[in-house]
């Protein structure tokens, strides 16, 4: 299924996008697309039966905003340097260790918001990355294959990162990832029983039409079953927590100089497989 939630910022209703692209509505079975759906089979089995029978509502989708795909985000979980091409272009050595940062849930926005460019920023970059949602409480699992066991579902995300932030202001990585705006999601929560290897997507981006980014999650240095058996090893995954998987290479920190940082009036567009795509114009903050 592809999971939705469409309105307003705030005043989101949960929707299903159906195989023949017709929105519909799901506020009259559940009351959101959060944590504790995914974590009920029962609701899910639901929506599932009520899709297949024709029963649910069309809305009409013109002018409608599409808003983060996920409500109430318990926490964002961020693997950095996870693809052989990323670590490649930044001269970096791939981890022994998946690098782990957290990114705050009020980061997140809609997948066609706009984006704005931190007061202050001149180093501030994209990252197209395969986002994983946590449907069962994740803690010390012991294989990879127990870690695709609890996840719900995938959906697009963009890393938005401040370089100097992150790298040249010394402390951790989190002052150049927690900016407002710096975490479009969606536009769909896309089941995982639709992915059926999610080391086989591509993942691509465009900064004003140019292609960037064009890259495949079986580069990824870590996988995402062994991201999320990782991560239960320090600490307790809940349903409807994400882990975002790491960018490929050709973000522009990875460019010659001069680096084509982002700026007010950027149209950015990305993607990943099956899962959708985003549109963000930039602006300053």
């Not at 159906?18 to 944590?35: E, H, N, Q």
């Not at 050595?93 to 001149?122: C, H, M, N, Q, Y």
């Not at 932030?165 to 999601?185: A, S, V």
Request: one cysteine or more; charged letters at 25%.
């Amino acid at each position: 299924m592809k999971l939705l939630r469409v309105g307003t910022a705030g005043r989101e209703r949960p929707a299903l996008l159906d195989p023949d692209g017709t929105l519909r509505d799901l506020s009259g079975l559940v009351a959101d697309i959060d944590g504790t759906l995914l974590a009920d089979e029962d609701a899910l089995g639901r929506i599932r039966t009520a899709a297949a029978a024709g029963d649910l509502p069309a809305l009409d989708a013109t002018g409608l905003r599409i808003g983060p795909p996920l409500a109430r985000i318990g926490k964002i979980v961020c693997i950095g340097l996870n693809y052989h091409d990323h670590a490649r272009e930044t001269g970096a050595e791939p981890p022994a260790e998946p690098v782990v940062f957290l990114k705050a849930p009020d980061t997140v926005v809609g997948p066609d918001d706009t984006v704005l460019i931190p007061r202050g920023s001149v180093k501030t970059d994209w990252e197209v990355e395969l986002a994983v949602v946590i449907g069962r409480t994740a803690r010390y699992l012991e294989s990879a294959e127990e870690g695709l066991a609890h996840v719900a579902g995938y959906a697009v995300a963009h890393d938005v990162s401040e370089r100097e932030f992150q790298i040249e202001r010394g402390g951790t990585w989190d002052k150049g990832k927690n900016c407002e705006t710096f975490n479009p999601l969606g536009p769909w929560l896309v089941t995982a029983d639709e992915v059926p290897d999610p080391q086989d997507l591509s993942l691509r981006l465009w900064v004003n039409g140019e292609l960037k980014q064009d890259g495949t999650t079986a580069e990824q240095i870590f996988p995402v079953g062994e991201v999320v058996r990782y991560v239960s090893r320090f600490m307790t995954l809940y349903p409807g927590d994400v882990v975002s998987t790491g960018t490929p290479a050709g973000v522009a920190m990875g460019h010659p100089e001069p680096k084509p940082y982002l700026r007010a009036g950027d149209v950015v567009e990305l993607e990943v497989t099956g899962l959708g795509r985003q549109r963000q114009v930039l602006a300053q903050a």
